[in-house]
């Protein structure tokens, strides 16, 4: 048989394909085919995040990702596959056309499969000799065959549109359940977590010709437990095995020529290595479109979309207090499943008002509004969950951590985690969340949930959010009044919306009304609130009266 398949060529693509890949991204649809890959696999609440990513990146390492024909066989394709080897999991999805992600047993099938890849020569594109784990499946004769990729044996994946999920959430049978719904519609699925950890995995790959020992692991919302379905890939170049940053003393016997040029910092020498990683994947990161190096930024990085994926990636290095932010929600939401809910369904409403967005600016970040619900459900009476404090006290010696001078140390072991007995539903928490942040000092008092109190506000930001780490530092620094403003207002919006749309009864007569907005659903509509004005110092919210008196005159009328 002639080598059927290609290592992905170079594309040189503009800004023009990153801004469609963007946009590609919101209707992202993966196709789930095959029972073996069908069902999400169960949750371990005991296991660290720590222990995930290693067996995701090892599943990672095993697979493949091949770009495919929507008309292929399926049963061909996967017979062919497995002459390379044992196939573990498979499953197709779309994006820029139809892709499959194979994961084999054995690392040896990839490099079996590898043996019959060609580079394919084609004269107007350059080529560079890099076998990638991105590969284009061509003239298997596979096509146009019965049992192929299409129909039934597939299901999408996107986020519905949000008048369709207003419209679901309706018909739900309590708030509780609106909540929930919302967020299994929305949270990323088994596949899509998969694919998160493959791309790191393509990445590495390409990261690993300057630095073969490196790993490349996801961290932020990819890996949290409160990413949506769509939401960047935040990756980290960790270079410690390489440099054995913990060993202090020189050994005797041999030492590595170790030397950094032209490069008197840390900072300098992050930027340096995104520098050169940022370029190799502009020149040879096969799929990779777009590539932008943000090197000034606090935090440098590389950013570029990943076309085969549609997800925009973030990469950084050095960045080690934010993964430990990342365990430090993932744990958070493995303590006590309305932790997740809770955070899930605030970020979703935000979105959805326009207090977030995807494009950074002077308005509360998804990082900041996650803290602000952590410090909420610190306040319960009785808490639902500890303070950072008390989770570094509850810590072993294997537990501790210190970056760049800050304590990082909490308790990793969950069984050491005693949980009070709060037995508060979904809906009074999320009616409370918007009652707490309508009249929180927010001039006066910081959010810290080191402490689980407010403090004093150090400095005079509007917002003010301590770092759980870097604790002189303040995470929502970027908001300005006006956005802030708006949080309240829309905050005080939502707890009287909520207030006032209860769930329609059966025995107020509805005739054809079943799906008219309440509870969460309403509050997913687009706020109205506009009109903030200032008395002297004083605030004074208008509500966004005529939408709500409409909607609250529909409802009745349709009520009677
Ligand atoms: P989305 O990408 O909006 O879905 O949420 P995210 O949680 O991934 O946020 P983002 O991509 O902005 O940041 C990724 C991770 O970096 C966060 O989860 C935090 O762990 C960390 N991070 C973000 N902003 C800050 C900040 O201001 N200070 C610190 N210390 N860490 C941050
Ligand atoms: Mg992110």
């Not at 020992?213 to 949506?228: A, L, M």
């Not at 207030?499 to 309403?522: C, D, E, R, V, Y």
């Amino acid at each position: 048989m002639a080598s059927s398949l290609a290592v992905c060529r170079l594309h040189m693509m503009g800004r023009g394909n990153l801004v469609k890949c963007l946009q590609k991204v919101d209707t992202f649809l993966i196709r789930n085919i095959g029972t073996n890959v069908a069902l999400q696999e169960e949750r371990d609440g005991c296991k660290s995040l720590y222990a995930v990513q290693a067996e995701r990146l090892d599943q990672a390492e095993r697979s493949v990702l091949i770009s495919c024909n929507s008309r292929t066989n399926e049963k061909k394709f996967l017979k062919f596959l497995s002459t390379h080897g044992n196939i573990k999991k498979y499953f197709f999805y779309e994006s820029y056309g139809t892709h499959a992600v194979v994961e084999f047993a054995n690392r040896e099938s990839v490099a079996s499969l590898f043996e019959i890849t060609t580079i394919p020569s084609i004269s107007h594109e350059s080529l560079v000799p890099f076998k990638s784990r991105l590969l284009t499946l061509r003239n298997l004769g596979l096509d146009n065959l019965p049992n192929q990729l299409s129909g039934q044996q597939s299901h999408s994946q996107t986020t519905i549109p949000i008048n369709q999920l207003i419209q679901n959430l309706s018909g739900e049978e309590s708030m509780d359940q609106q909540i929930i719904s919302l967020t299994k519609a929305f949270q990323l699925t088994e596949e899509n977590s998969r694919l998160r950890f493959l791309v790191c995995s393509l990445l590495k790959d390409i990261a690993a010709a300057f630095f073969p020992e490196c790993t490349i692991k996801p961290f932020g919302s990819s890996v949290n437990g409160f990413g949506k379905l769509g939401c960047d890939l935040d990756m980290f170049l960790d270079l410690d095995g390489i440099s054995g940053r913990d060993t202090k003393l020189l050994k005797l016997g041999m030492s590595l020529e170790y030397q950094m040029k032209m490069a008197n910092s840390e900072r300098a020498v992050t930027q340096s290595i995104l520098t050169v990683i940022g370029e190799c994947v502009d020149q040879f990161g096969p799929g990779c479109v777009g590539v932008q190096k943000i090197l000034n930024a606090r935090c440098p990085l590389v950013r570029f979309a990943h076309q085969p994926s549609g997800f925009q990636c973030d990469l950084t290095a050095n960045n080690r207090v934010a993964m430990k932010s990342t365990e430090l929600l993932y744990l958070y939401g493995e303590l006590d499943p309305r932790v997740r809910y809770l955070v899930f369904t605030v970020r979703c409403w935000a979105r959805a008002q326009g207090i977030t967005s995807s494009i950074p600016g002077a308005w509360i970040s998804n990082f900041s509004l996650t803290v602000m619900v952590l410090f909420f459900l610190q306040k319960r009476s009785p808490p639902i969950i500890p303070t950072v404090d008390q989770l570094r006290d509850l810590a072993g010696p294997a537990d501790k951590s210190v970056i760049e001078g800050n304590d990082c140390t909490f308790v990793s072991d969950f069984s050491k985690i005693q949980l009070q007995s709060n037995t508060e539903t979904l809906e009074q928490l999320l009616c409370e969340f918007f009652e707490f942040y309508s009249t929180f000092a927010f001039k006066r008092m910081s959010i810290n949930i080191r402490k689980g109190k407010e403090q004093n506000k150090p400095e005079v930001s509007p917002l003010h959010i301590q770092n759980p780490f870097e604790t002189t530092l303040n995470i929502s620094k970027n908001v300005n009044a006006t956005q802030l403003d708006r949080f309240v207002a829309v905050c005080q919006e939502s707890s009287w919306l909520v207030q006032q749309n209860k769930k329609p009864t059966p025995s107020a007569g509805i005739k054809g009304n079943a799906f008219a907005p309440w509870g969460l659903s309403s509050l997913l509509l687009p706020s109205q609130v506009e009109g903030i004005k200032r008395k002297g110092k004083k605030r004074k919210w208008e509500p966004a009266s005529d939408r709500i008196k409409n909607l609250l005159e529909s409802l009745k009328n349709k009520n009677q």
